[in-house]
Each structure stands twice: as C-alpha cells, then as structure tokens.
C-alpha cells in the first residue's frame, strides 16, 4: 500500500445497495467518511479505491460491463452523457442532444477535446468508436450488444456534430451512451493494435499507467484535462484495488489502506463505529422476486401474482437486505427517478 504521508486522510467507505419485482426494494448508494477534510490536489496525494473482485473485469469498455469495472475504467474514459448525482442527464463529451427526426438522435460535441495521446475528439472520433463497437460485439455476449441493438449507423454531420441513426424510434436512448458503450476510446489508440483489456487511452481526468486483471491499476492526473477547475482539485494517482470480500475492503479502510470502497449494508455499523462518517443516494440497484410462469401454471392468474404481492412484508425486507437503506416499492425504480411512477405504487401490479 502507500505510505500514510502520501494518503488523502479522508477515509470513504461506499456501499452499494439494491431494490426489486414482485419489487421489494430499491437501494440506496452509502457513502461513509471520517470527519478529515479533504486535501487539494498536489504531488503528495494519492487516493486508493477497492471494489468486488467478482465484479470487475478488463479495461475494454466495449468488452467488459459489470458495475465495479466501470469504476476502473470512468477515471480515463468519459461518457458522451453523464448522469447527476439525482439521475437525471448531464453534459458530459456531448453538451446537448436532441431527435431530430424520431429515428435520429443528434449530439452537439464539446469542442477543444483531445485524447492523452493528442489524438482530437470530435464526430469522427465517436464514429470510429461504434464501429469498434459494433465489430467486437457482434462475436460477444455481453450486455451492450443489446443496448447497440437500435443503432442502423453513426454519421459524421460535422467535426462537433453527430447523428445516431436508429432502426426505429427510441427516445430513452441518449442514457445508454452514460455507460460503457458511451465511453470514448482514442481512433489512434483503437487502430494501434494494443491489448484494450490491459491498456487504455481516453480523455479523462486521469491516465493509466498500468493495469492487471484481478489487481487493479494506477492512475495519475491528465494535466492537459479540458476542465482545469477539476485539474486543480483532483488527487495526483488514483489506484484501483479488486478485493475479494467486503469484509477485506472495510479493514482495508478501517486501517487507513483504503479510501474508498464498496461495503454489505450490514457493515454500515461497524463501520460507523471505526470513524468512517456515511452518506446515501439513491441508486438504480434493487432486489426483485420474479414469477416463473412455466414452472407453476397458477402464476400464470392474475389474482394470484397479486395475492403473493400483497403478502411480501416489503418493510421487513428493507430492513434485512438493506438495513433500512432501501426504499419499499412495486417498480425497479426510486421514487427520485425520472421513470418512477406513482400509479405504479398505488396498484397491486400484474
């Protein structure tokens, strides 16, 4: 680990909580601290970040998916959108968006953006990034090859100007390109031939310095940052740990190893109890019950998917799973979502 006089004093702890269908319950995202101040950036701090080693996988954004691998890989890739700390969309590489027919979703690009390796971003950056995409996904089975799905083709409108032609109308597409398939790798570094698992070129506040699967990675900060108010406040090395058990991660933060990390919600106490102040929002995560209409024919009724719904005691599950973290609901969202619905909540479901 890294000796203490080059450690942000600022432990973190974040535990990353779920919600469900019959829907038990939505999760919160808690966040623990002890009460130092965080120092500015300077050449003297680094700050250390441990996840689920179960979760994480390479640094390719377009091969690779999983919650705790994207905290790997967003220090040196950005999204075209970004998504606020509430959900809603953000500007992130695109500054605003709009459909321009009802099969064409059109980004406006920020301009004066360049990649660690001096490559530009711009429209054709984006276009060389989905037809990488598209390639390498066709052959794979991850998730994103259905969140590419939608997409005809991407055509260059101008050096800031991009489209996105859609087989048919999808006007929830835009937050697809918050995650993985929305991380912007660099043209030149995608034609080099380089390993993407192991290396990474992006246009992020941070740039890799090396990598292992199933270790973890080191980070310094991109000076050349497009944001230089960021530039003046982030840590000078950010490392990522994948750590095999929560339990392994909270004394790695109790002890002053780690900063930030991913606990169980049951930790939340223990971890209270060692000087690590916390924190929710609320998260997109949930715990679901799901009926298997094949297996027993009488779920396939409604009245009966409605009497185990109005049976499940959705409190005493928050309480379990999430140590009252979680929010009680019929739906996988959070009441502070965009796509919650209320009607939702005041029905039996089917």
């Known amino acids: 680990m890294i000796a203490p006089k080059a450690r942000v004093r600022t432990k973190i702890a974040a535990c990353l909580l779920g919600a469900t ?6 999760a919160a995202q808690v966040v623990a601290m002890n009460n130092a101040a965080a120092p500015k950036a300077n050449t003297n701090v680094t700050v ?11 640094m390719d954004p377009h091969l690779s998916s999983g919650v705790a691998s994207s905290f790997a890989r967003f220090p040196v890739y950005e999204t075209l959108v970004d998504v606020d700390t509430n959900g809603n969309l953000s ?14 979703l059109q980004l406006q690009l920020r301009p004066n953006v360049s990649f660690t390796d001096g ?7 984006v276009q060389a990034n989905f037809v990488y995409d598209l390639k390498v996904n066709a052959t794979s089975s991850v998730p994103e090859q259905q969140l590419l799905a939608p997409v005809r083709s991407v055509r ?9 032609l859609l087989y048919k109308p999808n006007y929830d597409y835009v937050y697809a390109l918050t995650d993985n398939i929305g991380m912007m790798i660099s043209p030149k570094f995608l034609s080099s031939g380089a390993n993407l698992q192991t290396t990474a070129v992006g246009s992020g506040l941070y740039v890799l310095q090396s990598y292992t699967p199933g270790v973890g990675g080191v980070y310094t900060v991109n000076k050349n940052y497009w944001d230089k108010a960021r530039v003046a406040t982030a840590p000078a090395t950010l490392k990522t740990l994948q750590a095999a058990s929560a339990t392994a991660r909270l004394n790695g933060a109790i002890a002053g190893q780690i900063d930030i990390t991913s606990v169980d919600p049951n930790q939340i106490k223990d971890a209270k109890d060692n000087g690590l102040r916390w924190t929710t929002k609320a998260s997109l995560a949930h715990y679901a019950l799901w009926f298997n209409l094949t297996r027993n024919p009488a779920f396939t009724h409604l009245y009966v ?15 379990g799973l999430t140590n009252n973290t979680g929010i009680a609901t019929t739906q996988l969202f959070s009441p502070k979502y965009f796509a919650f619905g209320p009607k939702s909540e005041s029905g039996a479901g089917q």
């Open 21 to 26: 269908v019959v829907c038990l319950c939505v």
């Open 119 to 125: 490559a530009p971003f711009d429209a054709k950056a």
């Open 91 to 104: 500007p992130g590489l695109a500054t605003s968006w709009k459909y321009v027919t009802p099969t064409t």
């Open 305 to 319: 998917r409605q009497a185990f719904m109005y049976a499940i005691d959705r409190a005493a599950i928050v309480k």
């Open 48 to 58: 250390t970040m441990a996840f689920d080693k179960a979760q994480t996988g390479g």
């Open 156 to 164: 260059v409108v101008s050096p800031t100007v991009v489209r996105f």
